[in-house]
């Protein structure tokens, strides 16, 4: 075979090691946008159970022949914050309140770390869940 036709000469290692590095870069970020929805999934379900116990918690006011339930804001935030510091591992309550007197509005935060480290991903992320709860007697 002549020598001119032979241009074909050379490594595949740069381009194996791009692909290598490119397809580490993926699995970082997907690893690390997963257990991101994991993580805000949990603390949703925190809100709601927090929000639930927040209603949970109301007083009982007697009106001439009927009888119906309150709730206050202090009452939901006791209720909330048993809920929260039961559960929770890194989050806080940061509010609860019974805005119209028969629903419990709670927020709670938490910061997101990434598991892995990553250039293509933040070093952390503030999320925060809201949840509405209303009781059940009127």
């Known amino acids: ?3 001119e036709r032979c241009d074909d000469e050379g490594s595949i290692l740069p381009l194996l090691l ?3 590095v490119l397809a580490l870069a993926v699995v970082f970020v997907c690893t690390c946008a997963t257990d991101l929805y994991i993580a805000q999934k949990r603390l949703d379900s925190l809100a709601d159970a927090a929000a639930l ?3 949970d918690g109301f007083t009982l006011v007697v ?3 009927g009888v119906r339930a309150e709730l206050t804001d202090d009452g939901v935030r006791e209720q909330a914050a048993a809920v929260v ?3 929770a591992s890194g989050a806080h309550l940061v509010s609860a309140s019974a805005p119209d007197g ?3 509005r709670v927020t709670v935060a938490i910061d997101w770390h990434p598991p892995l480290v990553s250039a293509f991903v933040p070093a952390g992320v503030g999320l925060e869940a809201t949840a509405t709860s209303r009781t059940a007697l009127r």
């Open 1 to 3: 075979m002549p020598r």
């Open 53 to 55: 116990a927040g209603a």
């Open 18 to 20: 791009g692909y290598v």
């Open 63 to 65: 009106e001439g022949e």
């Open 85 to 87: 510091d039961a559960i």
């Open 102 to 104: 028969v629903s419990a």
